[in-house]
């Protein structure tokens, strides 16, 4: 009875892995068209607790949008996912759920803003880029030490001219690797056109790539550690010493925000108590 039970919570605990990701990581889906990917994880994993996944459209929209959508949000909410809806990845850092989370794992795939033109428009290109940079800018800033943000692209021409991995740069963040995207790696996706009468529609894949970038002050402060750890899971000593040589413009941010509210409190309780010193 007693190994029985041993056995039986070892295997609730056993780590799940699909592909690049695994239960212990903490995941952020961004500009999902009928959540099937984000699914697929869940199902691998046989929860979803540590996954967060957001859509650009409202749930009404990805509702009447995709047919599978309203089937895959309730087998989602059932596994624990968190659910967003209206979350624009160009801004996500100041997202009221998730301005004060990071992740292990923030998964862009096939970022695209829409059907605007013709794709080898240098002007729409422009425009795809500036979707893909703003979402890394934003994805840099919601990383743990040893974090990932993932981008899955197509790299047939138009698309490869976008220049991912400059991109990347861009944002502070470092180009990991860059990994060939086999779609049968993630069973019961369905990838999406996501914009226009044929939104439910998938799109030709052809030749994909992921690329994983990392944060470039993180990749640069573990690379000059000589002992340097793969997960912040592991020394939470260590986390602590690299994390404090992060030079981010976020905890900056932060910084200011909360000497704003100290200066807004102390000001809203004397003109609410009638403190202030009366000159007469
Ligand atoms: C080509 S579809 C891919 C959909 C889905 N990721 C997939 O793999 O099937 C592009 C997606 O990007 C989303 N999108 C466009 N602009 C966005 C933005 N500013 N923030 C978040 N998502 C955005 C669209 O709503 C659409 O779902």
Aim: hydrophobic share 35%; glycine share 4%; charged share 20%.
């Amino acid at each position: 009875m007693w190994r029985y039970e041993e056995q039986n919570l070892w295997s609730n605990n056993e780590v799940k892995s699909v592909k690049h990701y695994n239960s212990e990581n903490e995941i952020l889906l961004v500009g999902e068209g009928d959540f099937s990917f984000s699914l697929c994880l869940a199902n691998a994993f046989g929860s979803a607790s540590n996954i967060v996944a957001t859509s650009l459209d409202s749930y009404d929209d990805v509702i009447k949008k995709y047919n599978g959508a309203a089937t895959n949000l309730l087998r989602l909410r059932s596994y624990g996912a968190q659910l967003l809806h209206r979350v624009d990845a160009t801004k996500m850092q100041f997202h009221p759920y998730l301005r004060n989370r990071k992740f292990d794992r923030i998964i862009y795939n096939f970022p695209h803003a829409g059907f605007i033109g013709l794709e080898n428009d240098p002007q729409v290109i422009e425009i795809h880029r500036n979707l893909v940079r703003g979402f890394l800018k934003n994805a840099s800033c919601m990383l743990h030490l040893d974090g990932e943000v993932h981008v899955t692209h197509k790299d047939t021409n138009p698309f490869n001219t976008w220049n991912i991995e400059e991109l990347g740069t861009q944002s502070s963040l470092q180009l990991l690797e860059c990994v060939k995207f086999n779609i049968h790696d993630y069973p019961g996706y369905n990838n999406k056109r996501g914009d226009g009468k044929r939104s439910d529609e998938p799109f030709p894949l052809g030749k994909c790539k992921t690329f994983k970038f990392t944060s470039a002050s993180a990749s640069s402060s573990s690379s000059s550690s000589s002992s340097s750890s793969s997960s912040h899971h592991k020394n939470p000593l260590q986390y602590q010493e690299i994390s404090s040589q992060r030079t981010n413009v976020c905890p900056v941010m932060n910084l200011v925000f909360q000497i704003f509210m100290i200066f807004f409190f102390i000001w809203t309780y004397i003109h609410l108590f009638n403190l202030w010193p009366n000159s007469n």
